[in-house]
């Protein structure tokens, strides 16, 4: 192993042996830290798990979602959406935050040229916290199993 290691990039082993892994299959901590030769839980494991998680998803199409305390799981095909959306509701939270801090903005004790500033921010962030939520429940009614927009099968 420490001979293969020398030749290539710990996270990419890593990716290669999740590939080989079916949907579902679970890899524990300690697997993982036996493949990377790296003590669970350092800085140095976190990076390679999320290097290998890029690689993965870039080089063979999969992912792997963690299982607290236990190591990662496989994604199975049909919980790709479901995975993206997390993603995606993170992001909105993100946003949401931006949102936060404009709305108490101290606007009065801004400099002239830092309300300016802050009006062409928050006229943006305005139409875009519209689209955001109209995105949210575009994605929320896409994703349901009881699409409106499908017929119903008899």
Same mark, same amino acid.
């Given at each position: 192993?420490?001979?293969?290691?020398?030749?290539?990039k710990?996270?990419?082993?890593?990716?290669?042996?999740?590939?080989?892994?079916?949907?579902?299959?679970v890899?524990?901590?300690?697997q993982?830290?036996?493949?990377?030769?790296?003590r669970y839980?350092?800085?140095?494991?976190?990076s390679?798990?999320?290097?290998?998680?890029?690689?993965?998803?870039?080089n063979?199409?999969?992912?792997?979602?963690?299982?607290?305390e236990d190591g990662?799981?496989?994604?199975?095909?049909?919980?790709?959406t479901?995975?993206?959306?997390?993603?995606?509701k993170?992001? #909105?939270?993100?946003m949401?935050?931006?949102?936060?801090?404009?709305a108490?903005?101290?606007?009065?004790?801004?400099?002239?040229?830092?309300?300016?500033?802050?009006r062409?921010v928050?006229?943006?962030?305005?139409?875009?916290?519209?689209?955001?939520?109209?995105a949210?429940a575009?994605?929320?009614?896409?994703?349901?199993k009881?699409?409106? #927009?499908?017929?119903a099968?008899?």
């Open positions: 192993m420490k001979q293969i290691i020398k030749n290539k710990k996270s990419e082993i890593l990716a290669e042996q999740i590939a080989t892994m079916k949907y579902g299959d890899i524990s901590h300690e993982i830290s036996k493949i990377i030769e790296e839980g350092s800085p140095k494991y976190y390679t798990i999320t290097a290998a998680k890029k690689a993965l998803q870039r063979y199409g999969k992912i792997i979602e963690n299982i607290h990662y799981r496989v994604v199975c095909p049909d919980d790709y479901d995975t993206s959306l997390k993603h995606y993170r992001g #909105f939270s993100e949401q935050k931006g949102t936060d801090t404009l108490c903005a101290p606007i009065k004790d801004m400099s002239i040229e830092g309300r300016e500033i802050y062409r928050h006229d943006r962030a305005v139409i875009l916290q519209a689209s955001m939520n109209g949210k575009e994605l929320k009614t896409l994703s349901s009881k699409h409106p #927009f499908l017929a099968v008899k």
